[in-house]
């Protein structure tokens, strides 16, 4: 990954694979783990995960379903995983698919949104806009990262969360990843940066 700046790296596009249809049915190997031929397996080596960073990729890259469990092993359980997804319907399809990929995860993995509360004590938390501005208003994330998956779905909400959670981010100790199809890196540099 290239990086414009020393504190954050910027991802490149990349096309997607087919996987028999959608992301998160892709065949998994013996270890229950997404096969490595999804091009997000083609970067993650090369990601500082001690850094803010981008990462832009076609529908089916494994962004979403791989990056931030591959963080989540990195760091041994030892840093919360915050997935924000602009909708409950994206929150639950994700926590399901992370299921069915990662059943190792078990009660680790987390889904809270206004209508749905599972495993909220879990380590990886998929949250909508709303639950992540409560969170980070009640001061409830901290040594985290924060996944702003499909970044290119800006609403208010998004941008009060982002602007909260750039406030909190020296005393807090969180680092940021933006994920997209379709985000121009640039418009996001000034708030990794």
């Not at 995860?105 to 990886?124: F, M, P, R, Y």
């Not at 602007?163 to 418009?187: G, H």
Request: hydrophobic letters at 40%; proline letters at 4%; glycine letters at 6%.
């Amino acid at each position: 990954m290239a990086g414009s700046d020393s504190n954050v790296d910027c991802g490149h596009s990349f096309p997607a694979v087919q996987e028999n249809g959608l992301e998160g049915q892709a065949q998994k190997t013996a270890d229950k783990r997404p096969e490595p031929r999804l091009p997000i397996f083609s970067i993650l080596d090369s990601i500082d995960f001690s850094e803010h960073f981008i990462v832009i990729g076609d529908v089916g890259t494994g962004k979403s379903t791989v990056t931030p469990i591959h963080e989540y092993g990195l760091w041994e359980g030892k840093r919360q995983i915050v997935i924000r997804e602009p909708s409950r319907a994206a929150c639950n399809a994700l926590f399901y698919s992370l299921q069915a990929l990662h059943p190792q995860l078990g009660d680790e993995l987390a889904v809270i949104t206004k209508d749905t509360q599972i495993n909220v004590s879990g380590k990886i938390k998929i949250v909508t806009d709303g639950v992540l501005l409560r969170m980070l208003a009640e001061n409830a994330i901290y040594d985290s990262s924060i996944y702003f998956d499909e970044s290119h779905q800006m609403t208010s909400q998004l941008e009060l969360c982002m602007s909260l959670a750039k406030k909190q981010e020296a005393s807090a100790r969180n680092l940021f990843r933006v994920m997209s199809a379709t985000i121009d890196p640039n418009e996001f540099l000034s708030f990794l940066g």
